[in-house]
């Protein structure tokens, strides 16, 4: 595990350097901080709708009076915070970039002063909670890690009732465009395939405790403790 974490950590800075620089265009997808162009909203309405799924499907799961504990992992500029802070709940937020953690802070001015939600800026394997969630969110964040594995072992010992995760699927033009432009940008990007997928969670013994759902672009998993 200690060599798998060392490569993350190396990687890690290039995704927080990207994701520095792009926090105010990626945080307007969401309606935030820029007004989007004609070309921005066609290609959010044609080609992002994986965004929107994901999005309800964490709001969807998250309704559970049972879930009162949030870990955001790779928070961005807290849009999901912002929305489960509003449904009531606790949530930490973790990021790697500092950009996308300020538009966060802004989003959730009155939250933070009612201490309902955290912020840290760390990768999230560098970071030991001393606390245990009900749920962690980990939604567009395996897009840009090399070996889940290490991420897995971490996440069942920090969340007690269930994990929310989005991998993007391998294939399609769209996905070898996204990889060109990610790479033109110094930024790692890893896809997935269900068998990939299949493999990595028996390999973490989650096999019988998953849920595979097939939305658009991306798969969305919901791991059930």
């Not at 949030?70 to 790697?96: N, R, W």
């Amino acid at each position: 595990m200690n060599n798998n974490k060392t490569y993350s950590v190396s990687e890690t800075k290039d995704v927080e350097t990207f994701f520095h620089g792009y926090a105010a265009d990626f945080d307007s997808i969401y309606g935030h901080t820029k007004k989007r162009s004609v070309w921005d909203k066609f290609l959010d309405k044609y080609f992002r709708r994986s965004m929107r799924l994901r999005y309800d499907l964490v709001m969807k799961f998250t309704a559970d009076k049972k879930i009162q504990t949030i870990l955001d992992v790779g928070c961005g500029g807290g849009v999901y915070c912002e929305a489960l802070l509003s449904a009531g709940k606790t949530v930490t937020g973790l990021d790697i970039a500092d950009g996308m953690l300020k538009l966060a802070k802004q989003k959730t001015k009155k939250f933070i002063e009612q201490g309902k939600v955290k912020y840290i800026h760390s990768g999230y394997l560098e970071y030991d909670f001393k606390e245990k969630f009900d749920t962690a969110a980990l939604v567009g964040f395996f897009d840009y890690i090399k070996e889940p594995l290490d991420v897995f072992i971490k996440l069942e010992k920090e969340t007690s009732k269930e994990l929310l995760m989005s991998f993007p699927k391998s294939g399609g033009f769209l996905g070898w465009q996204r990889k060109v432009r990610y790479k033109m940008r110094n930024c790692p990007l890893y896809y997935y395939s269900k068998s990939d997928l299949e493999l990595l969670f028996a390999k973490v013994g989650w096999q019988n405790k998953v849920e595979i759902i097939n939305i658009d672009r991306d798969f969305f998993v919901r791991v059930v403790f």
